[in-house]
């Protein structure tokens, strides 16, 4: 968190998903415009946040999410909310991962070589947590 040497944040353009970017639309007065203002278009079809200063607007003065510090979870992109944990779905199984972009996660991976391992399990997971699709074609 606020110790991280590095913001997740700083210098990624951060996908807004379109649950999220309809809670922006909800939301009412300065707050709903700013959210709004805060959006932009990459390329055609994905919804970003405008960063400030290569981070993200809604950074506190401690690299915090200011929607995770007020309990607005819905007001957080869906990456921010799973971030570091990644769900993969492939045409045959789901993969549940840490993303070792996290400094912290890179970390634990590699203090501890032999603790990772590969369960398997038939535990349903929402489509909506996926992070990424990975299709064959």
């Not at 700013?34 to 003065?61: A, H, P, Q, V, W």
């Not at 399990?121 to 990975?134: A, G, I, K, R, Y």
Request: glycine content about 6%; proline content about 6%; charged content about 30%.
């Amino acid at each position: 968190m606020s110790d991280c040497p590095h913001s997740c944040c700083k210098g990624w353009h951060i996908p807004v998903d379109e649950t999220t970017l309809e809670n922006y639309h909800k939301e009412k007065g300065i707050k709903g415009l700013m959210l709004l203002f805060s959006t932009f278009k990459l390329e055609k079809r994905l919804t970003c946040l405008r960063g400030i200063y290569f981070g993200c607007n809604f950074r506190t003065g401690k690299n915090l999410c200011r929607f995770h510090k007020e309990g607005r979870f819905d007001l957080q992109p869906k990456i921010c909310r799973n971030y570091p944990r990644r769900l993969v779905l492939y045409p045959d199984r789901m993969e549940k991962t840490l993303d070792l972009s996290c400094y912290e996660a890179a970390r634990l991976f590699i203090k501890n070589p032999d603790k990772p391992k590969f369960i398997e399990s038939e535990e349903e997971t929402p489509l909506s947590e996926v992070t990424w699709v990975v299709e064959n074609d």
